[in-house]
């Protein structure tokens, strides 16, 4: 199919693909969790270390130029390393890159000029490597309205039966708000633009919102949601235990913004972050705050 015709990017522990209605290609190997779009370049957080629970830190934020003629990807620059290997999304906040340090608990903010790093931790200091840690919350996504950054507490694998939160944040990252989502282990926030705030309802394959359950998208585990002015694209994917969750296969689904179906299908690999390749995506935190 054209280059042209892919409109998103797909991250994947199998590695970064773009994808269109029509179908999809894959144009870099790696492990990778985060994705974003900034002036024109991808971000993407990968690990090269394909145990992401290892204390070895080989977690790094790459920056890769894609052509927005044809969609190719030009050679990746490395602007970060040395994250632990669980980190999961990632995205732009007021012009700072915010990464998700899952198994660690807390948000890296880093400066602009990459030099250094803030931290914080706004659901409390946890580990995941604690057994039965009961402050651990698998911390694994952020998404906002431009003003209120939105931090969601999946509970996946450690209180999996727990419905998500999550914490809404001030401008210096502190929580001032913490509320409850009609899902189990949630993935991705997406507020619209009349302030509703949606999410995946990953156990049950839903598409949620506070008040209750918008679609049944599909039966797999829902993860991975981008958002534009008139398209929705929903990743899915199988569902394992730790070892086999690399090889797990994945799908799309594209609908219009009222949810009609415009194309499905599977993907070799399971998405982990969607976001479309013009950055008009209403999942970018930076882009929405211009909404």
């Known amino acids: 199919m054209p280059d042209a015709a892919f409109t998103h990017l797909v991250a994947s522990r199998e590695g ?8 999809y290609e894959r144009r870099r190997d790696g492990l990778f969790f ?3 779009i900034r002036d024109g370049m991808v971000w993407v957080f990968e690990a090269l270390d394909e145990n992401l629970h290892a204390r070895t830190n080989r977690g ?20 970060a390393e040395g994250l632990d290997n669980g ?3 990632i995205d732009f ?3 700072r890159l915010v990464v998700v340090d899952t198994y660690r608990q807390k948000l890296v903010v880093f400066r602009d000029d990459f030099s250094a790093a803030d931290l914080h931790y706004p659901a409390g200091q946890a580990d ?5 840690d009961p402050g651990y919350v698998h911390m694994n996504g ?3 309205d431009g003003h209120n950054l939105y931090v969601m507490l999946s509970h996946a694998g450690v209180q999996p039966a727990r419905v998500s939160e999550v914490i809404r944040l001030d401008k210096s990252f502190q929580p001032v708000e913490r509320f409850s989502l009609p899902g189990l282990m949630c993935h991705d926030l997406v507020v619209l633009e009349d302030g509703r705030l949606i999410a995946n309802g990953s156990m049950g394959g839903f598409l949620i919102d506070r008040q209750g359950i918008i679609a049944q998208v599909d039966s797999l585990l829902t993860r991975g949601l981008s958002i534009g002015a008139d398209d929705v694209v929903i990743g899915s994917s199988t569902f394992g235990d730790r070892e086999r969750r690399i090889a797990a296969t994945g799908r799309l689904t594209f609908t219009s913004r009222d949810l009609a179906l415009r194309a499905r299908y599977d993907l070799p690999a399971a ?6 390749l013009d950055g008009r995506d209403l999942s970018i935190f930076d882009y929405r705050a211009t909404i």
């Open 87 to 89: 980190c999961h999304q």
């Open 16 to 23: 970064l693909y773009v994808a269109g209605i029509d179908g």
């Open 142 to 144: 952020i998404g906002g």
């Open 34 to 36: 985060g994705a974003t």
């Open 60 to 79: 790094r934020i790459l920056r890769i130029p894609v052509d927005p003629a044809t969609t190719a990807f030009g050679p990746a620059e490395v602007m």
């Open 93 to 95: 906040i007021q012009g």
């Open 271 to 276: 998405p982990t972050q969607i976001r479309r």
């Open 128 to 132: 995941a490597g604690a057994r039965d």
